[in-house]
T-cell receptor, first 109, second 117 residues
Framework: LAKTTQPISMDSYEGQEVNITCSHN???????ITWYQQFPSQGPRFIIQ???TKVTNEVASLFIPADRKSSTLSLPRVSLSDTAVYYC??????????FGTGTRLLVSP | EAGVAQSPRYKIIEKRQSVAFWCNPI?????LYWYQQILGQGPKLLIQ????????DSQLPKDRFSAERLKGVDSTLKIQPAKLEDSAVYLC???????????????FGPGTRLTVT
């Protein structure tokens, strides 16, 4: 399982774009990159998943460079409700999810 | 669609007592997971079921923890006897299948917060 490294915390203000970068230097050929979001007192929630280039959904965008050794989760125009912990995970198929400590995002007014 | 249900939401016990948690996954989800999340850390997988069979229990402290999923639907996780370090949130998650190429999307329940005194 590829190890991931992401910032421990980030601060932002409402309406700004937030980019959280995750490093995964040992990513394997078949691995996908997945991001989960966790609010206090709730279980993690799947946000987005990608393999290469760019993926976008109604919540976020995921940018993956050609070498796939890192990825960036982009949250457009964050609001107070985006305050949460964001986890970057790497793996394939039936591999178990290995969560790190995640990135604590604090959005202020 | 109903989400993953867990009960109880909170539990306080004394060390050396026993406790059980219950999980009902999303209907049709063959794979069920139990995680332990200690304050300030990410969730750690304890055990993974595919239907009623165990796929991975490598991180389950088997001297005190046990889990079952007898009919391949709901599941219980038991701790006996509890230790102070078992204080954590116990999360249940489910996913549609082990099959597939992409990393399977897991749906988490709200968790049970256990405090051992």
């Amino acid at each position: 399982l590829a190890k991931t490294t992401q910032p421990i915390s980030m601060d932002s203000y409402e309406g700004q774009e937030v980019n959280i970068t995750c490093s995964h230097n040992n990513i394997a050929t078949n691995d996908y990159i997945t991001w989960y979001q966790q609010f206090p007192s709730q279980g993690p929630r799947f946000i987005i998943q990608g393999y290469k280039t760019k993926v976008t959904n109604e919540v976020a965008s995921l940018f993956i460079p050609a070498d796939r050794k890192s990825s960036t989760l982009s949250l457009p125009r964050v609001s107070l409700s985006d305050t949460a912990v964001y986890y970057c995970l790497v793996g394939e198929g039936f591999q178990k999810l290995v969560f790190g400590t995640g990135t604590r995002l604090l959005v202020s007014p | 669609e109903a989400g993953v249900a867990q009960s109880p939401r909170y539990k306080i016990i004394e060390k050396r007592q026993s406790v059980a948690f219950w999980c009902n996954p999303i209907s049709g989800h063959a794979t069920l997971y139990w995680y332990q999340q200690i304050l300030g850390q990410g969730p750690k997988l304890l055990i993974q079921f595919q239907n009623n069979g165990v796929v991975d229990d490598s991180q389950l402290p088997k001297d005190r923890f046990s889990a079952e999923r007898l009919k391949g639907v709901d599941s219980t996780l038991k701790i006996q006897p509890a230790k102070l370090e078992d204080s954590a949130v116990y999360l249940c998650a489910s996913s549609f299948s082990l099959q597939g190429v992409t990393l399977n999307e897991q749906y988490f329940g709200p968790g049970t917060r256990l405090t051992v005194t």
